[in-house]
């Protein structure tokens, strides 16, 4: 008898040790498992569909047969009317440079003699020239930084009038009297030597382009209704031609010009539907633009010829021909996730698992977008009449994108 006591006390000894040390290991289990996180962000995606475009518009060309230096007086995509003068020929480099610098040169005489006739008012808003003087002063920094100085100069007029202006309102002492008439004097003697030997104007209404392409006789509006898949392809493989003797640019004419692009069919129903859609020529998205649709044609079983009209231009749309673009279908704004952390529970509901300290709770997806490397989700929203099974996922939670055995309402180590 006592031999049987003494084997059941080394059996409950040893099944309190194994008891322990299955739960230390639990423990430790749980407490030493590294769990990866990152926070939820707000952003805007947008679907597109990639495109090859070819952008139909009516030019005429400008031409000249006066020998010698030409100098743009519009600006590229600037609209210009029927006479107006557009650009200037000059018989040498000095009286071309000349007219250039004297032209730059009154541009800031304009401003010093705007700063002179400030001196008289006092009713200056000075809270609103503050914001408009910092605008200004972020101009200049994004040009510097964007290596772009074609608007340098009027932002650094623009910034110098306004600073002056807040040192009058400020009852500072500004007098422009010596640089008026110093600018005064320097654009007369540039003046006299800066005699142009033709003006060249405007032959109609439309939009200045100081260069051609080559392409400006390839396809027309008058091109547009009848176009053909076989006839864009032709554009597409066209050769550029020479420009002409004594070309100086090009007027666009017209307010409305065109894209023409082939996609699949069974996204056509995509784009169609809206008044509008956005076409983006640029990897940045700067160059977006809202088009209409104009026309849609079947090509074949699979694909479609779709013509978007647009009325907008401005100095880098002048410059598309041939594009690689996207087409905007659609923009998602919302929750984005990291596609590693979407998970599914037991009924097949998506969602993602929120560290708040150490407790791991389950959270609800709404999802409206996917991509290979995230989704984009509603953002919880009171007046929704979408039920969730679970408290939806928030701004700013942060979900674990990598662990193993996660449950709800389980402990984590940190």
Sequence with gaps: MKGNERL?????????????????????????RTYTSETIYEQTVLETIDAKMYVIRDET???????????????????????????????????????????????????????S???????????????????????????????????LADYKLSF??????????????????AQISELQNEISALNSGSSPSEIITAEAAGYYVSKVDGYENVLTVADVDSLTKERLDEAFEAEKSKAPAGSIGKIIDGYNWYVAAVIESARVSEISDGKTVDL????????????????????????????????????????LRMVDGKIVINDYTG????????????????????????????????????????????KPSENSDIKLPY???????????SGKELKDGMVIGR
């Design 335 to 378: 929750l984005k996730v990291s596609r590693d952390a979407v998970r599914l529970d037991e009924e097949g509901n998506s969602g993602v698992f929120v560290r708040r300290g150490n407790i791991v709770n389950f959270r609800s997806l709404n999802i409206l977008y996917s991509e290979e490397d995230f989704v984009i989700a509603s």
């Design 8 to 32: 059941l006390k080394i059996l409950a000894a040893a099944a309190a040790v194994i008891i322990v040390i299955y739960f230390a290991a639990e423990m430790y289990s749980l407490t030493s």
């Design 160 to 177: 110098a009038e306004k600073l002056s202006r807040k040192q009058i309102s400020l009852n500072r002492d500004v007098d422009c009297s």
């Design 117 to 151: 006739s400030q001196l008289k008012y006092d009713n200056v808003d000075v809270n609103k020239l503050n914001d408009e003087i910092g605008k200004d002063f972020i101009s200049m920094l994004d040009s510097a930084y964007c290596n772009d100085y074609s608007n």
């Design 280 to 319: 983006i020529f640029s990897e940045n998205g700067e160059d977006t633009v809202t088009t209409y649709i104009h026309s849609v044609k079947a090509v074949d079983s699979e694909n479609s010829l779709v013509v978007f009209r647009c009325n907008l231009m401005n100095e880098s749309l002048t410059g």
């Design 61 to 115: 060309l400008l031409s000249t047969t006066s020998s010698g230096v030409t100098v743009p007086l519009a600006e590229n995509g600037e609209r210009v009317s029927k006479g107006s003068t557009i650009a200037a020929v000059f018989p040498s480099e000095a009286s071309a440079e000349n007219y250039v610098n004297a032209k730059s040169l009154s541009k800031k005489l304009e401003s010093y003699q705007k700063i």
């Design 391 to 401: 408290t939806h996922a928030k701004l700013y939670d942060e979900v674990i994108i």
